[in-house]
């Protein structure tokens, strides 16, 4: 009988599609929180005021619980390159292995290494030295980000490579590798919506607080930093980067633009569809509610812009899952607008002096932090779903790249591992959190008569 669940390629894909998807949860609120650490620890030298020094304090000790698993769970997707993509990895290891080893021995040995230090390391290294180390962790965060982009990006629209003359991919250029224009692009979309998982969790955790009249400064502090933040960076995720990413997509990739917007039939003065369900069969997207010329100008810059539709290509160069691959941008694009309405709104409330009485928006704003995990999950699922058939677009397929000695078997039995395995690791990582957030920020200002300073 032949069925998608017989096929090893679905079974490998879904195994590194879970286990990367559980890890990035981790790496994203570390990249969003680093630079609060920052500005926080900068503000206190400037200023003094130790209630930043306190608020670095608490957030450091969840950025150190978010990295330690974000390490757990990174390691075993080594691994599957090998036991699960051994045809990858002989094909394109000569490329992207470069940039794998870069990330490793440089931007995480950054990271870790100064990571113990900002948690734990604050008196020994003095105001200074506890900044510095907060710098070399947001720096190594951020460049260890921007060397896995560089691999994914090479994999949408790969530059700097040659062929060797067994056949596998060597690098040509390392600068041309370095500075794909498609990884400057996505790691600026990418980051700054981490930025926005980041903002949402201190806005939470302010809105928790504030609800429960507890550490009122602290709780003024990150609904403010919290808000501001999250509304600019909603915002940059938006335009100019999901500008620019889209513009890529239609330059190099038009036959993913045209499934991500459940376009079947080319045309100028393409829409964006705001309602509509994608029907494969009948090629056609059912009951559409569109806004005329937005696609063409989104793509392209102009309203009158030709956008090719899925019948410009032949059927097997569709992506595979075109169903999955609307609703996933779709809902995406719906949940980063109302990112931008919410923070606006929040940012507004505060700038009337009255978001910490607004009991009802505290509320959204402590309920609302699951929605920017969603969203990052939904970018990915659109940029991998995107590219298919595609392993490195253009050059090799996904099929060709999983190992054909590893059974189904043996990939569902590790597939069921790490699934219970991530389970009770999510278990712990939620009571560990959860315990800091329960014990809150330390109470030096109360002892000290400075509760009621402004933030």
Do not use: C
Request: no cysteine; aromatic share 16%.
């Amino acid at each position: 009988m032949n069925s998608i669940f017989n096929d090893p390629g679905f079974w490998h894909r879904l195994q590194f599609a879970f286990t990367i998807t559980y890890h990035y949860l981790f790496p994203q609120l570390t990249m969003g929180l680093a630079w609060f650490l920052v500005y926080w620890k900068w503000r206190a030298l400037r200023t003094g005021d130790e209630k930043y020094n306190q608020a670095v304090r608490f957030w450091a000790k969840i950025f150190g619980l978010n990295f330690a698993v974000g390490v757990v769970t990174g390691i075993p997707m080594e691994f599957q390159f090998g036991t699960n993509w051994a045809d990858f990895s002989k094909y394109a290891g000569g490329v992207v292995g470069q940039t794998l080893a870069m990330e490793g021995m440089f931007a995480f040995f950054l990271e870790s290494a100064f990571v113990g230090a900002l948690i734990w390391g604050e008196k020994r290294l003095g105001p200074r030295g506890h900044f510095a180390a907060a710098l070399a962790v947001a720096l190594g965060s951020w460049l260890s980000g921007y060397f896995i982009l560089v691999t994914n990006a090479f994999m949408q629209h790969p530059v700097g490579y040659r062929i060797e003359p067994n056949g596998s991919l060597g690098i040509a250029s390392m600068s041309g590798y370095l500075l794909n224009p498609w990884a400057w692009v996505q790691f600026l979309h990418n980051q700054m919506a981490a930025v926005v998982t980041g903002s949402f969790i201190v806005a939470s955790i302010g809105a928790f607080y504030a609800l429960r009249g507890l550490h009122s400064v602290q709780a003024r502090l990150y609904l403010r930093a919290g808000t501001l933040v999250g509304l600019i960076a909603s915002l940059l995720v938006a335009f100019p980067t999901g500008d620019q990413q889209a513009k890529m997509v239609g330059n190099h990739q038009p036959v993913t633009l045209a499934a991500m917007e459940g376009r079947f039939v080319g045309g100028t003065m393409a829409g964006v569809a705001v309602i509509g369900q994608p029907n494969v069969a009948a090629r056609r997207l059912d009951n559409p509610i569109e806004v005329p010329g937005a696609l063409s100008f989104l793509a392209y810059g102009h309203f009158g812009s030709f956008v090719h539709g899925l019948d410009h290509f032949p059927e097997d160069a569709w992506p595979d899952n075109i169903e999955l691959l609307y609703y996933s941008f779709h809902i995406m694009i719906t949940l980063g607008t109302l990112f931008i309405l919410l923070m606006g709104f929040a940012t507004f409330q505060n700038w009337r002096g009255k978001l910490e009485s607004s009991t009802l928006l505290l509320w959204v704003l402590m309920l609302a932090f699951p929605f920017p995990y969603i969203a990052n999950t939904l970018g990915w699922m659109t940029a991998e779903l995107g590219r298919q058939p595609w392993l490195i677009y253009g050059l090799f397929h996904t099929r060709d790249g999983y190992s054909k000695v590893v059974s189904n078997g043996n990939t569902i039995f590790t597939l069921i591992g790490f699934t219970g395995l991530y389970f009770v690791l999510g278990l712990l990582f939620l009571f560990l959190v959860g315990r800091e957030i329960g014990h809150g920020p330390e109470e030096e200002l109360v002892a000290s008569g400075r509760e009621g300073a402004l933030p």
